[in-house]
Structure formats: structure tokens, C-alpha cells
């Protein structure tokens, strides 16, 4: 019994953890019917950005306290929330609808990494960039223009493309080797009935549930809110409405990324262990909660999260820890065959 | 007919290779009610569309009030004082009708006129008030044609476009909506009314355009339009 307990509590932590990366994927999923795969490397992303605020002289100077954990969460989370409107900004919005400068930026990119090819100095890469970005700026005046039919699969590929950009530009810029991520809360623990219930887990349980209220509110009481609601129904619509649908749809990247960025450090509560992949499988994980959860539905997420979180857990704590990652897979497959939908996801009426 | 609050001139629209509107030119005046009929892809919704900037225009002029319209984005035609009921009503149907009505005054800041404007809407669609807190998409057809157009009336709209308003809807609904729509324009809102119900909207209307594949090949007083044999014959099923 005393290990059941205990093997919930782990469970439920780890799952909202879970269910917190599910959020941006179900959120963005609303609004655009896009499958954000870079999202899990925005988690990763707020990982790395908390060691580098706790490493920082205001960070070591905080130490394990709450001021200290308060600003490298928040930080993080801004820190994410930029990122996330960064990625819709180039990469999804020119998918959807090219603006000028399109080419130039992501040529821009190109070149640079030519340059670090070359010569792999700063000057080269500078040099590679401004190169790239003045090509690109060259064929878009002679005609080259992205076409501005939007589909799902060509956002798709923008996707997958980003989420390798991120990895390999992480490890280039992070550094490929792992990185052990600093204590932030002061470790305590404490023994109610067999069970041990630590700091760590009290914080991730505790902000993971705050800032799920905290979504709650927003989305269903504020104005933003209830316009990410209607962009989400119906994208045109909510233009007749006088809606900046590119505004909320940034907006609900920006959301999304900070909550991602938040899960990031809260899992590196728990596994301390950073590097520029780690957030391929707990964001794949978090992608079945949402499906599992019903993708587009914000309840769902944070349901599907919790599930997975406990089975994972569970299957470990009493099956064999090997199966620890195929546990989330099996279910996905399961909810395919079993609810297409989702737990909480209602059939979709084919729009016409 | 100074006072031309609306103007297309020579508009062209499509989808791809497909040409949906070939240079049209139509124009409403402040006040007016006007109609434009025309069978099943004719172009109608694609005139309305090219209007609110859903889609544009590939050439030709719109012009609302002296500004062109032209490559501006949807939502700040809005605000300029454009209002659409679109075709098929599209209520969000996640959302409850109060918050419907919430979105319709989106852009608005006086929280003073929103509620006075609330109480214009529930005054005009008493239904509406009745089933203020369920989600829009449990209401009838008919309400949610209500709430379409009590959502676009939240915007303080001086130009109302609306798109097949009557589509689906039993005749003593259509006739419901329509007198709304009548008494709207009476207090002063401007109407482009999109039908393919040309009898009911000949009725309720000022001034009509005959819409035929892309072209316009009629326009004039809607009760002169009603009584063209080619207008019977063509879209009133008479001969």
C-alpha cells in the first residue's frame, strides 16, 4: 500500500509535468491544426535557459531559495514564451502567408551555417549570413516568392524542419555533452504515513497545478482568451470579428512555450541531466497525453498528462523499468484503435 | 444617389485558375438596402469576401467611405465599420451566445455602448436573451441565424453585409429575420444582402443586382427587378 502511495505521488508528478508540455501542443493544435514539433525542443530549451539564469551571478548569488527558484522559472518561461513567438514569426506565418524578407531570413540562416562550414570562425559565419540574406533578398525581387498556399502538410515539414534546427543548433550553441542542472529549491523531505514527499515534488506538483489554473482562467475569462477560443473554432470568422488572428495565434505560441519552458525546469527538478536532445521522447510522451487527451482540447491535455505520467510510473514501479518509455506508446496506439478522438475530444465535423 | 458609401469598381476575384467574379462594378448608397441575387456560384459570397478582405481581390477597386479597401486585412476593415453575417452563420459553436456577442464587440472600448448595444440586440432577438449562457452551438437554426446577426450588430456596424441569411431556414423564420434586418436598416445601418432567395429579398430591399456567372447583368429598383420577365422567369420561377 505504502509503495502504491508513493508511486502515485511519483506518478502524478511526473505527470504533470507531462501535462504541461501537452498544453502547447494542444493549444497550438487549436488554433492552427498544426502538429508543432519543435515544441518539445522549446522544453529543452527551457531547461538550458534555466541553468544559464541559475549559473548566473544574480542565480548563485539567490542560491537554492524560492526568490532564486522564482526567477529562473519566470525567466525561463519568458525566455520560452519568446522563442515560441520567434518560431511562428519565421517559420509558421511565412508558411501560412509569406511576408518580404522571408527568403532573406532563412537564406540568412543558411549561409551561416555555411560559413561555420568554411572557415568556422565569427567572422565567417557573419560573413555567410549576410551573404545568404542578401541572395535571398535578390531572388525575391527577381520573382523567387514563396507561393502562399497554406496546407497542412507543407506546415508539417516547417515543423519537423525547426525541431532539427533547434537539436543541432542547440548542440552547437549548448554544447553536445550533458550538463547537470543546479539544485534551485533547498531538498527537504518529509515522511507522512511511508510516503516520501520531497521538496521537488511538492514544487512540481504545486506549479504545475497553479499554472494550469492560471491557463484556466485565461483562456475562459479574458478577452485574449475567448478570442483564441474563436480563432481556434473558426480562423475566418474570427476575422469578421475584428480578431488579429496572427496576434492570437503568436500569442498562443508564446503561451504554450512558456508553459513548455516551465515543464522543462520542473523535470529537471526531478532528473537533473540537460542536453540538446532531451526533449525529443518526454515531448513525444506529452504529444500522445494530448492526443490521448484529445488534441485541441485544454482539459484533455492536462487529463491525458496525468495518465501517462502515472502508467509510466506505474509500469515501472511494479512491470520492469525498460518498458518505461514504450508504456506512453502502447496507449497511443490503444486510443487510436480504440477513441480516435481522444478522452475528451468530440468528433470533428469535417468543415465544408 | 450622391451619398455612395460603398463602391466596386471593376472587380475581379478567383480561386486559383478559377475565375469567381470578372470585373463587376455595383455601388450602395448610405441608407439603402441593396440586394444581390443570383443562382449558385454566381460569385455572391465571393463579392462579400472580396469586401470584408477574406479574399482578395485580383483587380478593380473597393472603396468604403472614400478609403480603398484593397490589401487591407480582414479584421481592420472591421474596424472601419464593415460587419458580415457570414454564409452559413459560422456561430461559434464552443463558445456560449453571450460570449458570441462578446466577440461581435471585439474592437469595441466604451463598455457603456457595449451594453447598450447588448440590449439593442436582445431587444431585437428576445430568444437570444432567453439562452444568454448556452453554448452556441445547441441553438436552432434559427437562433443561430439571430445570433449571427446580433454578433455582427455588436461591431456598431454602418454597413451590414449579410450572406444567405434565409438558407435552410422555414419560411416564418426567414421572415422573422428579414423584418430584423429591416427594422436594423431602419435605425440607420446601410444593408448589402446576399439571396438566393430573390423573391424574399426583392421584397425587403431598395435597389437589386443580378449576379450571373461573375457578371453583373442586371441592377436596378428591386420592385422593377421583381417585375422583369427575365428576373420571373429566371429567379422568381415564374412565367
Redesign the interface.
Known sequence: METFLQQLVNGISQGSAYALIALGYTMVYGVLRLINFAHSDVYMFGAFMGYYIANSTLGLALGPSIPGAILVMVGSMALCACLGILIERFAYRPGRSPSPFTLSFWFGILGAGFGQLLGGTLVSVALGALAGAVLGFVLEKVGLKPKPQSSHLKLLIIAIGVSFFLENGGQQVFGADPKFFPQIIPNRSIDVGGVSLDTQKLTVLGVALLLMILLNVVVHYT?TG??M??V???L??????????DRIIAFTFALGSALAGAGGILVTLMYPRIDPLMGIMPGLKAFVAAVLGGIGNITGAMIGGLIIGLAEVMAVGYGQSTYRDAIAFVILVLILLLKPTGIMGKGMVEKV | MSDVMLQLKGVSSGYGAIEALRGIDMSVTRGEIVTLIGANGAGKSTTLRNITGLVPATAGEIVFEGKRLNGMPAHEIVKLGISMVPEGRQIFANLSVAENLDMGAYLQKDKAEIARQLERVYTLFPRLAERRKQLGGTLSGGEQQMLAIGRAMMARPRLLLLDEPSLGLAPILVKTILSAMDEINREGTTILLVEQNANAALKHSHRGYVLETGSIVMEGRSSDLAADPRVKEAYLGEK
Do not use: E
Not at chain 1, 475566418?236 to 488572428?245: E, P, V
Open positions: 478577452k475567448k478570442a477560443r474563436a481556434s473554432f473558426n475566418d470568422t474570427a476575422k469578421l470579428m475584428g480578431i488579429n488572428t
